[in-house]
């Protein structure tokens, strides 16, 4: 952990605001502590936008269930949610 200590970058992503990291992490004095040491010396980036992989997700759900619509003449089905061609 020294050799790194203010020499490299760490990025951490998270969906929940600092104020709901406890009901993950368990413990207030943990978190407390976790986000005490991660704050320092930061730049915190707060984006508020539509999520790219979302929008991925369902753009390939849609493709698959076009595709398993196609594939009924075949009487192949194709699981929407992971793409899998299923037997018929």
């Known amino acids: 952990m020294l050799q790194r200590h203010e020499r490299s970058s ?5 969906n929940l605001p600092f104020e709901e990291w406890t009901s993950v992490l368990g413990s207030e004095r943990l978190t407390g502590a976790l986000l005490d040491r991660l704050t320092h010396h930061v730049h915190i980036l707060t984006m508020n936008g539509d999520s790219y992989r979302l929008a991925q997700s369902t753009a390939r759900r849609r493709l698959s269930s076009k ?4 594939d009924t003449s075949t009487g192949e089905q ?11």
């Open 78 to 88: 194709i699981n929407p949610d992971t793409g899998e061609i299923l037997p018929a």
């Open 67 to 70: 595709a398993a619509q196609d």
């Open 10 to 14: 760490t990025i951490v992503t998270s």
